[in-house]
């Protein structure tokens, strides 16, 4: 399938009082539809940093990156939230979860930012619990919701509008093994079942079995 994300010559640098720190150094990288990609690392090695690039969280100090063959590095501040809304959906390693709403709440206020029909959000929002395995648990509480019920939730809130990439920045850290591997099955599913490119940073090895790709980072580089 064609490339969704095209990274060219990438560098982030941070100013650190007199010092500039290096956090990503020249990474060209592309992404396409329908693929799994796995961004392994040590701690400190600019995964994380690579990432909100990817997802027009922060601005690159130099090179272009390209969504659906659009330059976006050069866009304004103000510009860029029209791209995450269109393009992306984000799964964090904390969840992120509204603790005083439901899980179908906290997948309805989503698709209220992204102004969805009133008459849509609730069928919409239990439609996606129910993909990734909740439709029991709409109107459970976070705190009343295992670590990786959680996850599943943040999932489902990810996939409000069906973004073509979603990218996930350790998403598994919080589970354990079982229920790890559970939410990379899903995430895997949800690719190639629906054509969606998904980009996953993790320590953990075992997430290879799901990826179609893996690039490791080390000191702001692509090592492999």
């Known amino acids: 399938m064609g490339k969704i994300l095209e ?3 990438v560098t982030k640098v941070y100013h650190e009082g007199s010092v500039d720190v290096t956090a990503v150094d020249s990474v060209t990288l592309d992404l396409r539809k ?14 994380t940093t690579l990432l909100s690039m990817m997802g027009c969280i922060l601005h690159p100090t130099k090179g272009e990156i390209r969504v659906d063959g659009e330059v976006v590095s050069n866009l304004l501040e ?24 439901t899980a179908q709440e906290n997948i309805e206020i989503c698709l ?5 029909k ?19 648990r709409t109107n459970f509480y976070p705190g009343d919701l295992s670590g990786g019920e959680k996850q ?19 998403p598994t850290a919080n589970l354990d093994s079982k ?15 629906f054509g969606r490119a998904v980009v996953v940073v993790s320590h953990d090895a075992k997430a290879e079995v799901v990826a179609d790709r893996t690039v490791v980072l080390e000191d702001g580089r692509i090592k492999i």
């Open 118 to 136: 009133r008459e849509n959000i609730r069928p919409v929002a239990r439609k996606l619990l129910d993909r990734v395995g909740l439709s029991d």
């Open 179 to 193: 229920r790890g591997m559970e939410l990379l099955g899903l995430l895997k599913q949800y690719s190639k079942e």
């Open 112 to 116: 209220r930012l992204k102004h969805w």
């Open 34 to 47: 329908g693929e799994v990609l796995l961004l392994m690392g040590p701690s400190g090695s600019g995964k």
């Open 78 to 101: 103000d510009e860029l939230p029209k791209i995450r809304k269109r393009y992306f959906g984000f799964i964090f390693q904390a969840f992120n979860l509204f603790p005083s709403l």
């Open 7 to 9: 990274l060219t010559d």
């Open 152 to 170: 599943r939730v943040a999932f489902a809130r990810a996939m409000v509008g069906d973004p073509p990439i979603i990218l996930a920045d350790e």
